[in-house]
């Protein structure tokens, strides 16, 4: 580990934190999407009351989302850092953490339309 970065202080490291997250967003439009899709699901929630646990899984998926998300662009970045040029490994390590995102996106889906369904299909028949 680099010495000048051993002894930070912890405020330090949370301003690093939050530089992270807001690059995240400045850098990636499926962040956009993500923090869009969030908003969507956070208004559905008070709009059918949904319950205590299901406010708890709804966080859950949802930072689950944001966490692939920023440890894809995480990976993106490190791998453009080791290599410009075509590899297959670095093509690879890209496209799994993309699929990491894709994979926690759907189960997201899946959860959300769990919840939702039923408070939609009630209020609608």
Do not use: C, Q
């Not at 075509?86 to 899946?110: R, T, Y």
Request: zero cysteines; glycine letters at 4%.
């Amino acid at each position: 580990m680099n010495p000048d970065y051993k002894h930070r202080h912890h405020h330090v490291s949370f301003k690093s934190a939050l530089n992270g997250i807001l690059l995240v967003i400045k850098m990636e439009i499926n962040m956009k999407i993500i923090i869009a899709a969030s908003a969507l699901v956070a208004i559905l929630g008070f709009i059918f009351k949904i319950t205590y646990y299901e406010w708890l899984i709804v966080v859950l998926v949802t930072g689950l989302v944001y966490f692939a998300e920023m440890v894809n662009t995480s990976i993106e970045a490190v791998t453009d850092l080791v290599t410009t040029e075509w590899k297959e490994d670095a093509k690879i390590a890209k496209d799994v953490a993309s699929g990491m995102v894709l994979v926690s996106s759907i189960i997201a889906l899946v959860i959300g339309l769990m919840i939702f369904a039923p408070k939609i299909k009630y209020n609608l028949f």
